[in-house]
């Protein structure tokens, strides 16, 4: 299992780690995921935001980096890309908060 699960996504109390994002399909490209990570930054008082997004993923990968979030590293796992999902993109963000 610990093959699977990996290592704590988060390592510092500054960091948030957003576990799962989701909209139903009817309401995709309407602004809700935007507003979702907007509410999180505002209040949440964290330095940084981690997230993973499966490569195959591409508008969620594409929303994110609009948002700001940077690629820190692609993660290969065979169970994931066996099951056509690709790799496992790990994105972090950085916040000023004053």
Not at 16 to 22: G, N, R
Not at 55 to 80: C, D, M, P, V, W
């Amino acid at each position: 299992m610990n093959m699977i699960m990996g290592k704590p996504v988060v390592k510092e109390d500054t960091e948030c780690s957003i576990d799962f994002l989701t909209t139903d399909v009817n309401y995709r490209r309407k602004g809700i995921a935007t507003q979702l990570i907007g509410y999180i930054y505002k209040d949440m008082n964290y330095e940084s935001y981690l997230l993973e997004v499966f490569s195959t993923n591409t508008n969620a990968k594409r929303l994110y980096e609009k948002l700001g979030f940077e690629t820190q590293e692609i993660q290969k796992n065979i169970f994931i890309r066996l099951r056509g999902l690709g790799s496992i993109i790990k994105m972090k963000k950085y916040v000023n908060k004053k």
